[in-house]
Structure formats: structure tokens, C-alpha cells
């Protein structure tokens, strides 16, 4: 009887951490992407036009992958996080194992080979900040 009364006492306590790190898995590399559009330059924008084709194939194929990559990237960074705090590489380790998929699946046209901005995103940016600063 103690040992089912200290487990009764343990799973909610586990649950509210597996939410917790769940949500602080998904919040965190979502932070860590957010950028302004200018800061990226017409130097670093995208300039292609995918095919119907590339498209479907994108969508169906390389962004499920590249989701899986991501979450499976950012439990591993967790996991590793204090060996890699100790050795002091965690802006790396986030980089390779987070942001560069990340960057693959959600900073990409649908379709496009190269992740960014395209020139169309920008000149929108623009436009838009432009009309507000307008008003």
C-alpha cells in the first residue's frame, strides 16, 4: 500500500512536467526563429518558381520529414542540454539539432530548394510597414 500511494503521488507531478517540457519544446524553437523580414536583406532572399509538382512532393513528403526532424531535434537538444551547458556549446547544438531543420520546414516557399525570404515577402514587408508608418 505505500508504494501505490507514492506512485498516486508521483504521476501528477509527471504529467504536469511532460506538459511543461512539451510546451517549452514547442515554444522555444518558435522564439528562437522569430526575426524581422529586413533583417534578412535582398541579399539573402529566395528568387525560384517551383513546379506543381515540387510543391505536392514538398508538402507531402519533405515537411512531414522535416517536422519530425525538428521535434525529435529539440527532445535530443533537451536531453543533452547539461553536458552541453557543462562544455559550453548549447548555441551550437540548438543550431544543428533545432534551427537548421526548423529553418528547412518552416522558413521555406513550398516547393523551393532554399530556405528565406523571397523577394515578394519582402517587398510586402515593406509596403506594409510603410503604410503604417503612414497613418
Do not use: H
Not at 51 to 67: S, T
Amino acid at each position: 500500500m505505500i508504494t501505490r500511494g507514492l506512485s498516486m503521488k508521483i504521476m501528477p507531478r509527471a504529467g504536469r512536467l511532460t506538459a511543461a517540457l512539451l510546451i517549452s519544446c514547442l515554444i522555444l524553437p518558435q522564439s528562437l526563429w522569430a526575426q524581422d523580414a529586413t533583417m534578412m536583406g535582398r541579399e539573402g532572399a529566395v528568387d525560384e518558381n517551383p513546379n506543381g509538382f515540387a510543391m505536392l512532393g514538398d508538402f507531402l513528403v519533405a515537411r512531414p520529414i522535416g517536422l519530425v526532424l525538428t521535434a525529435g531535434g529539440a527532445a535530443l537538444w533537451l536531453v543533452s542540454l547539461p553536458f552541453t551547458l557543462l562544455a559550453g556549446n548549447a548555441n551550437e547544438a540548438a543550431d544543428t539539432l533545432i534551427l537548421g531543420p526548423g529553418e528547412q520546414t518552416f522558413m521555406r516557399c513550398l516547393g523551393c530548394r532554399q530556405s528565406g525570404y523571397t523577394y515578394s515577402d519582402i517587398d510586402q514587408y515593406e509596403k506594409r510597414k510603410a503604410a503604417s508608418a503612414d497613418e
